[in-house]
């Protein structure tokens, strides 16, 4: 048996050796000597995620959390893509609604679709939730679930983003997708929290961000159970599930869906507000970053509908990034 | 270099040698040699399980599935766990507004509450279902969810099974948490889909059944976002979130939920039925169990409830697990 066993020491040492020949350190040094933000600048909010990713994965540290307890959330718009001029979600809707007044031209004289048809930016932003919510669903109602998803993946397959002319799959914030994957690989299970429509971002997250279907929160039209040619189908309402996904609705959402408070949580607008004062008061270790649009030149600059949020941030000194200062690198078809 | 790979092979090959000689052939030889269900009588149903689990996780056969695809939906009470004579959230409930007339007596002189006062069968099954929803949802509304979660915990530690004198935690189908644990240990994700309130149910699901919160999809109290002392806390209203998790509410809940259909679907009851047609209407390879209690001895023995279900899975040749039969045993306080 001795004689088994140092031979496997041997051959395990063996393989030590030749990896660390191969590929550096990954793996087998502290994993800090890799960074597992690039497109991060050094600096506080850089060493701030890490120390705190590593302080609750490290099994040694009081701060240590198993991983049942490792959530993240992140809000997608404007947190982890672009969301100018419009963000993926209106951009779908709009198109959509286009589409139907194609067919339905009658539509276009009432409210509120008569507001889009005219492209009239005053009228639109002075439409009710209500009115807006029959814009985002009239398109879609009565269709099924799989014609709803056939749809969504033509549209991100060929809309292109009016500013960068790329697909808005390609939109995303590469810091931000680095952190998702750093985050994903310490064991943390990420969830995104949109206002947008459930579906459409489940057509992209899993190619996009590695975030399956079943961690899409987002705001979701009801669906009715039903029959086509004896087989059971999902057909899209007019109606959608309460709460509707944003402010308070993504703290109660977080919590219908996962039963926990979350460890991380990272937003950019004041529709986030709720998601990190609810995570912010967890019993324990957390992290909150607020990503701040101030890069004109690389990405949008703009407070609107970010007011109370940076001031809430500025007061419980939660982590503002800027994305002009913290980020080396906005997207991938960027130079730095 | 080929020195250094020679050397591997020679440790990897003594590793192998070592293991085989130390653990038998678990991990290395055919899992089938090992029983994962062995409180399943041999038989048709237990080898059509066995059956179909190899054949979708079995990377070398056409019939194999990603572990993303890997869904399996479990109902909770009456498949999972003992139902009779009330399931642990009816005998919840029933604990809670009893409690909640014993401080406000007066509440039981008017329906539905005089019903359960005067311990009235006739009258309780009388009852509309929106007096059945005030009925769940009265003892707790204003309550934090935080509180409500204690007094869930505390009812599971002192509630004793009237017949089986043990606490409902323990009146789970050993036979199906051995299912349970063979999917978990096969890469498969496995949601509990119960019309009993998700709180409840989240407060064993992880130690009596190894699923987590996450994955607990149940009839849920609407909850209000809030402050209290400063801290955010949810509040439960007097309403549920829709649609309620059962019938056709179970196949769009699990959608809503997962957006993917499900490749085993287990339930035991009526209620069941969409939850079951959704998975065998998928495209691809499929399981469907239906739990028939019909071991009076052991369990109960009741079709009750279950008619059209039990008639749907005769037509449709799903595997309609006989407790009688198929179980060796049925609880782990009980002989064989």
Redesign the interface.
Known sequence: MMR??S??S???L??F??FSTLFGCAGLCPSSLKDPLPSWKDGEKKRGIIGFVEAVTDPSKASHLPP?ERIAVFDNDGTLMCEEPLSVPEAFIFHSVVGLLEKHPEMGNRRPFKALREKDSHAIEKLSERELGELTLAPFVGVT?DTYIREAGAFLRESRHPRFKVPYTATAYRPMVELLDYLLSRGF?VYIVSGGL??LI?AFS?EMYGI???N?IGT?A????GKHEG??V?VRAPSF???INDG??K??NI??????RPVIAVGNSDGDL?ML??TA?RNGPHLLLLVHHDDEKREYCYDRGAEKVLEEARKRDWNIVSIKEDFVRVFPFQEK
Chains 1, 2 share one sequence.
């Open positions: 088994k066993m031979s496997i041997a051959g395990v063996a393989i050796i030749l049942g679930q299970t459930t579906g489940r899993q399956p279907a079943e899409v979701t009801m669906l009715r159970y087989k059971s999902l599930v309460m709460p308070e609705g703290a109660v919590w219908l869906r996962i039963g926990k709720p004062e609810f008061d």
